[in-house]
């Protein structure tokens, strides 16, 4: 099989790096550009970049020379994970060119023209909104897909089979999320020692918003409620989230259960490499999920941290065929990088790069 | 000013050491008993606790001879905080002996004899319920009287005063609980470094209960809903709870915020030693209150920790008349040993001890 | 080939299910034999232990019955990790019965036919003690050997080469050691949250002790002279420690460092599956080893844990011929399970199993 | 009495933040001003710094308005903790207008003519060097005095009464130290999460030069051999360090505990506000000092986090007459502002501001 190329923009950040491990071997792609900010372009990856994650920088990557964001960048696909504010004009530049751009930064998430994507729940929102974005902004090969906040994801892949199933009226969702969802200095450790912070600037709005338009059609947002409460506790990765959700008809604890259990998307059934089988993976142990022991969830070996650890099912007291659940995902597997690769698994098996 | 002699059950444990540093140097109280399980007894309580708490042992205690809680003991005023397993006959035999038993243990709490208090919630209970229990007891002078769960105090200060001006329909609270509530040996640190545990057994439906007991009429529960989803951070002391409150009626978040500022209890206008005045702190920084930070909030000095800080009141996207808010309280002082320091305080005022 | 088969004592514990981990699918050992305290005999494993590890229970001993450690053991090797207290009896019992009994206790650890065995280190002290050992315990077939402590482990293992090049006048060390090196409930999360404790007991005395008898020639303790501090941090896993070592000869850093990576004992040259190659791995980067990042050093996969990172090696102010360096290792990989299961491969490819 | 007025020079860091704690009340001393880098200043206190320290802000500086560095100041004192990289060039001017300068940054620290004091260590440094000081820089009224790195500190009050008593030959330390030395955004919490960091830049270096000019005679450097190796720790204030010493002579662990008990320097003998007494605390029992419960240790209130808490003081195993111990100190409090408001105590009593 003749592998892509693929760009990582922003490759040397922590997702950057996440990006990289989930890269290095692959089956379908084959890294080609490792680019980041110009300050860092020109040497080698192993002097340009800490390497932050578990397991050492992967041989494959150190010697290859850092491109700056702003040369020409030459691949099939292009993984963005650049900062928000930088991201658009390089995106949008890519995409022009002809690439794929598969991006974890926010901005464009809320165009009505760029899907946001977890391809379990909403892949075809993709191929829906395509035609109109080439029109809109002129691209002739290229586009560009976004995935969703990393605190929306695992809750959304909870959520889906909940939704076809009985359907969804409101969510109250209160989240413990990890320090590497604010980057790798994002947190300062004064901060969090004996501490957790009840507020993540933004992030209830993103994930409020985001819910609708992943639950939606694809034009036009889910109709349910969805409220939060977003804190940062003093773990490394992993963010644990405790819902309590209005279904739309009466369900038994053992139906929800059950209906997690069974869900499964169309990149499970293509066995696409970075597709954890099952997606959501209930628990029965009182005291689980936990993040340090569950975020690597997710088999095969190459799909660990992209399955959702669910815990905790049970009966809600407050709304009418309520049911409440804590949940777990990995926030830069599943919330970032790994969610990006297996979408682009997907385009690449169905032949859209 | 005759001082009143009091009794420390359960005196070398972490709650029994903040009674102790909230009854040194009482103006009401004098400590004459230091009580603990026999193999604790005939010591002296220097040699038989280790101390947990900062700024070190009390002179005043440390030459003091531990009894042994099977013993006769002679005290006005009986602070307990056994085991809740063994609480029970020991309470019972010194309330019999005309103590009254102000206890922070769980045994006897949902018995409808039995008041269980937050001074500036609910201290009209004692009065309406002591006649009954005393005949039912047998009970001549002595007394019960009980503190609510240490998750359930902090809830239950903020949801008085809105109860009281809006009406209260439901409530959804999710908490990050200190480990400090487990007891000093409850949560293995390997249990909890780089994690969050979704559980704590049996707390989710106290605190589902006890709501319900405390803002009821002292005769018949409260009616709403109410429902929990408890979890245990890696902070040594303070609960944050993350609520979402439908109200009776429309209020904004500017009324929400007033009614709070304002609330007060009969023990704050008494100026009691322990009495924080305001009890509820309204923060306006958006990242607070944080356990680290804000727990040992409340003035004067002697009611630092009574407090309960609270923060980012803000609507409500899924009820009717709905807000959600953070609130912190330090769950082993004002959610066990500072609560019953400040209703003997009242008790004593009143004349009841 | 024909597995041997193992029983593992004491396996529902943390260093009890290192063991499992690092027995599942072995090549040469088969778990025949789970055995624990009587009151978790009689239930299927997944019953009666909580799985403390990453990565989950392995599905190869969720079924397996949990055997009596009071009740008859067969199996070829035994590896034991019971509490020191109560391991005596049954060790002996079973190297009676024929077992080579592998041990990680501390129970007979400075007995002088006992040998206390790192295989790079010091493996031919087991051919040295051995018939001594059986005529004066009347084993005929069966035998003792024991780890040293996890803490003394990493130490000796940097130091040995040290010793065969220059020689070693004197050792003073201080660490920072993990919480599991206590035992799963070891240290309570109230002890170690926002801390460092000073002390750990008998620690210091037991690394002062052995590290002269794995040093020494198996008949007497080597001459140096050893001093150590020990800490307990709030770390799961791996020990570090900084060492100031006097040298019987001068030695350059380049020199040390070459004669640290050029180290290997005869189980890499055997390729051994638990073998790490190399054992010790000398980093350049300022700020390594850490903990987090390096505790699982070691490669192939089977040896992951089993290496000792070592990072800072620089000259010493104090000591003539001194050099100064900081070292990790895993505790309950290479100082407990990982290095008695590989001293198992050794007597098992010798023959003597 | 006349207060002296009082520049903080940084005032909206942490250490800024510790003097502010230090001095508002002082009975000696007056903020008047609070000055910072040009971006903070204009703006209300309350409005330009972000509050890290328990207790909250002191009402007397919220309203109070931040000058710039870069303006004109007026004070008798100034104290500095500004960045050492921008400290030169304003602690120079604000000399030459005839402040004294007492200051915690490290430029100038090894200038022949700069004392670099520890009240009860070698505060008779201060006069030695005054006049050369003033005539070499121009200075007629002003000076600038320092204080030594926070590591040096703690361990230089351990050692002054052993070097006083017995001599001191060599001495061995490693740290565990706590994150605030860095600053409030200097280390991020994914690095130190279940980790230790094994390396602090230039932090040696710095102890072992400071020791031997702290325990010099003002002139020429203490004659010992000094070598440390230095590590972060997850614990927000507090270094704790382990520390070898060979003595001159011999003295027994008693003699070694009477004499620093006995310790005292003329600050003590003054009774200044900020003296503990007494500075050196020697705690008997097994497992202290440690961070989180000793850290503020020293009596009176004003001081406490004055005092050094020692504990475990044993013989040592390597050195000829040696001795081991632990020590703890407040970093930021002994290690910074606090230990240079006691110099200024000093020096205000003795008529020198």
Known sequence: MNKKSVAVLGATGMVGQRFIQALVNHPYFEISVLAASPKSAGKKYSESAKWYLEGGMPEEVKGMKVVSTEARIEADIAFSCLPSESASEIELRLAKQGAAVISTSSNFRYDD??????????IEHVGLLLEGQRKRRGFEKGFIVKKPNCTTTGLVMTLKPLQDKFGIESVIMTSMQALSGAGYEGVPSMAIVDN???????????????????LGNGRKDAKMKVSCSCNRVGVTDGHLESAFVKLGRKASVGEVKRVMREFEGEVQKMKLPSAPIPPLIVMEELDRPQPRMDRYAGEPERAGGMAVAIGRVREDNVFENGIRYSLLSHNTVRGAAGNAVLTGEYLFKKGMV
Chains 1, 2, 3, 4 share one sequence.
């Open 113 to 122: 023209d760029v899907p946001v994507i977890i391809p379990e729940v909403n």
């Open 196 to 214: 957790v912070i009840p507020y993540i600037g933004g992030e209830e709005e993103k994930v409020e918003k985001e819910v609708l338009k992943l």
